[in-house]
């Protein structure tokens, strides 16, 4: 990382970029009101910072060693003077505001029909982005793989029609790209992109999303630590993208016998994340819970830790859904959900990060 | 288990216990306004419940698999028609009422000025039960053990100061045992006594601390399951004792890197154990998280996700601590906490167990 | 699973075969000398196994449940009458046969000489296949990517290195790709693919290395069970694509405190998937343990185990390498593991499988 | 710890030994050929080692800062000029010597008759130590719990067949302690005592039975990293017992889906705990396994990891057996174990630990 002077001149600047470019590696500049800081993206180990700290208007040059410096708060502390919240825009819809957001939807899409019907719920209950399963990550070959699963022409059909649904019920929509081949497409037509947790380590995949410059969804691995999380998105901000919503889903259960939740809801992660980076953190509590009657508890309990919004799964109808019915709660369960969640923020007001 | 006919006679019971004991077996009558329904504690593999299902008085005889089912709220409902939660009396506090618990004080008592300055202060802040350790369970043997730790009389001396100060500042208490020989030392002391994460499958210990008949915080290991924490807790059940506060203070964490908190505090347990049992559960923020500034979320989630209380380490300079000072709040930042989560509590109002 | 008659005709197993198709399944025939076994590649839950139990040359058609089948050894045994051992031939190596097969190189290849030394070492040494890494997948963006993290004509270089030095040391070679992007390219160069423990869920990875019909080196993620190891591995098998050696390298460490090895080689895998699966299993102690003083030990441990090989990291003077060098030992030491190992695959002899 | 200097006098030892005392804490005195070395036992955080440096006599005064140095080879290295393997005598039995020790027996002593027809079956196979459990930990209160779960005589009784079948087959026995109120009843009749994996963090047990003075086999806890087993490990030896024998028996396993086997062996925990302990270390399969199909694999793996011994759970006829039938192999199954295993040792060799 290279502070600048307050008073480096353009030219002085362009300097040192030129420099850490013919190094092979990648500039990153932040101009803050009062002064300036480069970081470095790529392998730091071989950066002469003793010469780059005799470069003219250059006042500090060092590594840093932290895997994530990019997205982390105080790296841009620096350079702002402050580290604000990032606020991501997605259609009319702020995520990370003062507001908080709820995003629902389907697990998968089955229909236009039963897109539609859910999608009309949701917004009735108080959501304000639509989600809808189109490239379903299965653990099993043999089983349904959503509508993604067949053609390209059923693929390209389901994303019309989850476009559709979002504008007529003014709704920015997030669906999930599962490999490198669906990036095109699926960019032309939502709002948000999802990375799942089974795609969380796949930096390429990452690297080739986070390209197309849309907001991204981005959720935590069950087998990651949350540096790890945080490591690996630095290989989106490093492609210039801080539209990046974080997202927990819950972590590998522990202990013997009985498993009563499909994965560990790890809350600490909210506060702990928050603290670590500016980017808006959300929660999954469908995906953790696995089970319908703890959505509300946790969605409650995620909230109150600090989260800035939340992903639930809803159908109409939850038995007759062709993928995790069992952990669907339906729009009116969600209307209770979110005006709970809403009170509860407004309970506990703005709350101090950087104590 | 046995359900007796609605008409069965006293002497109809009597006659089906002495033969479940003849067997080398306990029986744990549950006498309800409409029938009354006969455990088995043992080994009921040996049961004949075929003969038992021909005993003049009984309508049905059958093997429960569970291996907890004296604490479950299904096994209850047979004889009770409904499963009320238990309200567990500790001097003038409920735990598991309409109101929140929070239980408050030093990590270890290290001086009675110390001890009563803390209490004074989480009393004002607002707590309704004193917690104080003196027998520590420490990983080192080269750590600071507690004053229990040292001779006798000082542990007895310790327990003098925190019945003192409960009574002083009308605050039940509550203290750890770690080992058998503590147990009856203790028992005259407090108001509830703990058993702490580290011994929580102890089963001797289990069964001689509750053999004292008084209220008992039992924690839940960090490497166990929701299961095995349910059944080691029929242990104390079997004893006949279920006046249990089961607490959730984290499970190890999971991932590569660096671990931001000491443990994972699993909040889904809190709805989980909930449904399961009729028993209170609280949180414990203080020994999960492993740093202070996390506790306010924490323990805002706790309360979000149904926890009947908290239990948090307080003291009113945490850095002079000898053990735990990271993790300890100060008496101030306890009232914001109690105040929030007392608001949280009321927003969300009563919440359905039986969904 | 659709069973046909042992003198079920061509005609009538195409019309089965032709039925699966029209439900937008894949028929996977297994012709045994006795029988001939058809598999459902797909969302079986839709399949009309009544209907199909009817048609002429059916002996039995039923849904079977396990995530996995294609690849199990107990499927596979209804159309062989027996279930053999899979052996994979790359160039001149076979994997899974009677003799152990040892993969062994840099983890980076970092130049043509560096190279080169190392592969003429390992070769002395006994090893019979050279590993090195181009794409390396790296926690942080900040650190060495493999010198395919430059341009393509950097990583074709690196290929074409690869290529030259297993033909001038007469062993097949094995690298990793880590994106789609770099299928085509590495498939040209390579005997054998590597995926590795992070891309493991990648799906989409899989599928469209598998189509290359290429022998594929697949490694367990440090976070997934078993099953779902293998339940990733049937969708390469789906692509008709079954020469998969599969490589336990190491799940999360647990516990509280130091980490003395960077993941938990988890051996018992090895016994448990050779009794599920008829593919090979070896072991990678390198990643596992994370340190060269282990390397030994481990290897040991994993032959005795019952695993058909090693993938060894190897340098000349680990302090240079640029990723991993604390892990890496000298082909000295590889000479010695090589010879012991042996030593030992002799002494315990010809394993059962099947008791 | 206190390094003396090699002239130090008798006098000069003893009066840093009484300033200790004077402390509260306890003197450990290892006195080498060379030097003697003073290990302080307790709360170091409180010693004076500026002090301690001034005293005549004294070389170097320093604060340990590892949880465990009274089993460490590092420490002890200071004393004795190099850290040789420590050999446990039990009866005629040496277990951490060049030969390898295998213990064997029923998982719970049933009758007499039982117990006598598989010590004889071990002792035909091959084993050297006879263990047989009475108070068995279980998860459930209404599971069998061993003859120990009865009466006291039944107790006395069970114990007495184990010591007359020890007696009359040559073979040391070993049995479980699992609370505090068994340590004087149990200790009269064995010559191994065990702490089972539930009871690892039980340091006040653990304490109690170190003073007996015979030598323990102590299993390491299914949630706990290795440092802590041994942090544990080093209460036993701060009551000057260092006769431990250390056995892993598997992890909490990870991952989603099915468990394959009941827990996950760490053997890199064998050649990590020899290097820092010169305790011996043996392994546990049938308690990993929970199925008797691996326990060869296993052992053979143990073994060739660098395990000492092994302890193997044995029946005549496994399915007979009242806990974990499951588990058990059969007397000829152990032979064949024992020959392989000790195959491998010998084909082996010596392995260097200091490398």
């Given at each position: 990382?290279?502070?600048?002077?307050?008073?480096?001149?353009?030219?002085?600047?362009?300097?040192?970029?030129?420099?850490?470019?013919?190094?092979?590696?990648?500039?990153?500049?932040?101009?803050?009101?009062?002064?300036?800081?480069i970081?470095?993206?790529?392998?730091?180990?071989?950066?002469?910072?003793?010469?780059?700290?005799?470069?003219?208007?250059?006042?500090?040059?060092?590594?840093?060693?932290?895997?994530?410096?990019?997205?982390?708060?105080?790296?841009?502390?620096?350079?702002?003077?402050?580290?604000?919240?990032?606020?991501?825009?997605?259609?009319?819809?702020?995520?990370?505001?003062?507001?908080?957001?709820?995003?629902?939807?389907?697990?998968?899409?089955?229909?236009?029909?039963?897109?539609?019907?859910?999608?009309?719920g949701?917004?009735?209950?108080?959501?304000?982005?639509?989600?809808?399963?189109?490239?379903?990550?299965?653990?099993?070959?043999?089983?349904?793989?959503?509508?993604?699963?067949?053609?390209?022409?059923?693929?390209?059909?389901?994303?019309?029609?989850l476009?559709?649904?979002?504008?007529?019920?003014?709704?920015?929509?997030?669906?999930?790209?599962?490999?490198?081949?669906?990036?095109?497409l699926?960019?032309?037509?939502?709002?948000?992109?999802?990375?799942?947790?089974?795609?969380?380590?796949?930096?390429?995949?990452?690297?080739?999303?986070?390209?197309?410059?849309?907001?991204?969804?981005?959720?935590?691995?069950?087998?990651?630590?949350?540096?790890?999380?945080?490591?690996?998105?630095?290989?989106?901000?490093a492609?210039?993208?801080?539209?990046?919503?974080?997202?927990?889903r819950?972590?590998?259960?522990?202990?013997?016998?009985?498993?009563?939740?499909?994965?560990?809801?790890?809350?600490?992660?909210?506060?702990?994340i928050?603290?670590?980076t500016?980017?808006?953190?959300?929660?999954?509590?469908?995906?953790?819970?696995?089970?319908?009657?703890?959505?509300?508890?946790?969605?409650?309990?995620?909230?109150?830790?600090?989260?800035?919004?939340?992903?639930?799964?809803?159908?109409?109808?939850?038995?007759?859904?062709?993928?995790?019915?069992?952990?669907m709660?339906?729009p009116?369960?969600?209307?209770?959900?979110?005006?709970?969640?809403?009170?509860?923020?407004?309970?506990?007001?703005?709350?101090?990060?950087?104590?």
């Amino acid at each position: 990382m290279i502070i600048m002077k307050s008073d480096a001149t353009r030219e002085q600047i362009n300097n040192v970029v030129n420099e850490i470019k013919r190094l092979g590696l990648r500039a990153d500049v932040s101009r803050g009101d009062f002064r300036t800081v480069i970081g470095l993206v790529g392998d730091e180990s071989k950066a002469p910072f003793d010469r780059f700290a005799t470069m003219p208007g250059v006042k500090e040059a060092r590594m840093i060693e932290t895997p994530y410096k990019l997205i982390s708060r105080e790296y841009t502390k620096l350079a702002e003077e402050e580290s604000p919240q990032k606020v991501i825009k997605a259609g009319n819809v702020e995520i990370g505001g003062s507001e908080l957001v709820f995003m629902a939807g389907p697990c998968a899409i089955e229909s236009k029909a039963q897109l539609f019907k859910i999608a009309e719920g949701v917004k009735m209950a108080g959501a304000h982005v639509l989600r809808g399963g189109i490239f379903k990550p299965r653990t099993s070959v043999h089983s349904f793989q959503g509508l993604g699963g067949g053609s390209e022409e059923e693929a390209r059909e389901a994303l019309e029609w989850l476009r559709a649904a979002g504008d007529r019920f003014e709704m920015p929509v997030v669906t999930e790209i599962r490999g490198e081949g669906q990036v095109d497409l699926v960019a032309d037509y939502v709002d948000i992109i999802q990375i799942g947790a089974r795609n969380m380590y796949d930096q390429d995949l990452l690297t080739s999303i986070a390209r197309k410059g849309k907001p991204i969804l981005y959720k935590r691995h069950f087998g990651a630590g949350i540096e790890e999380f945080l490591s690996f998105t630095e290989y989106m901000a490093a492609e210039d993208n801080r539209d990046i919503i974080l997202c927990e889903r819950g972590i590998l259960p522990l202990g013997k016998g009985r498993s009563y939740t499909r994965y560990t809801l790890d809350l600490a992660a909210v506060p702990v994340i928050q603290k670590e980076t500016y980017l808006p953190v959300i929660i999954d509590p469908s995906h953790a819970a696995g089970r319908r009657d703890l959505i509300f508890s946790l969605s409650c309990a995620g909230i109150a830790a600090g989260a800035c919004g939340l992903m639930i799964e809803v159908h109409y109808n939850p038995v007759e859904a062709l993928v995790d019915g069992q952990q669907m709660i339906t729009p009116d369960e969600l209307k209770e959900v979110i005006s709970t969640c809403q009170n509860i923020h407004r309970t506990i007001g703005p709350r101090k990060i950087n104590d």
